[in-house]
């Protein structure tokens, strides 16, 4: 079982940076590989980043590659989303999954977290 929160949402301008933080509970976070994923209001949940197990291997969405990185900190059971170039259409609740056997966009997500809301003004 394991238990993610994620941090660090806010309002933002465009073209402003934020980062996320998704802490995981447990002593066995290496064995997941982690995702970001958001929702808009009124569409689907989409996928944005993917990272492997020990954070040699990225994924992530056409819309947001080049302005987002994904990172994780084994030490410290953390995954980090940095957000630069914040564009309105980036405007979701993101939300951090973990997943034990496999990782990238088109995998099942073992665990979830509630979500961060982040906001970006024009």
């Known amino acids: 079982q394991v238990q993610l929160v994620e941090s660090g949402g806010g309002l933002v301008q465009a073209g402003d940076s934020l980062r996320l933080s998704c802490a995981a509970s447990?002593?066995?976070?290496?064995?997941?590989?982690m995702g970001w994923f958001r929702q808009a209001p009124g569409k689907e949940r989409e996928f944005v980043a993917a990272?492997?197990?020990?954070?040699?291997?990225?994924d992530y969405a056409d819309s947001v590659k080049g302005r987002f990185t994904i990172s994780r900190d084994n030490a410290k059971n953390t995954v980090y989303l940095q957000m630069n170039s914040l564009k309105p259409e980036d405007t979701a609740v993101y939300y951090c999954?973990?997943?034990?056997?496999?990782w990238g966009s088109g995998i099942k997500y073992d665990y979830w977290g509630q979500g961060t809301q982040v906001t970006v003004s024009s």
């Open positions: 447990g002593r066995t976070f290496s064995s997941y590989a």
């Open positions: 990272i492997s197990w020990g954070g040699g291997g990225t």
């Open positions: 999954a973990a997943a034990r056997a496999a």
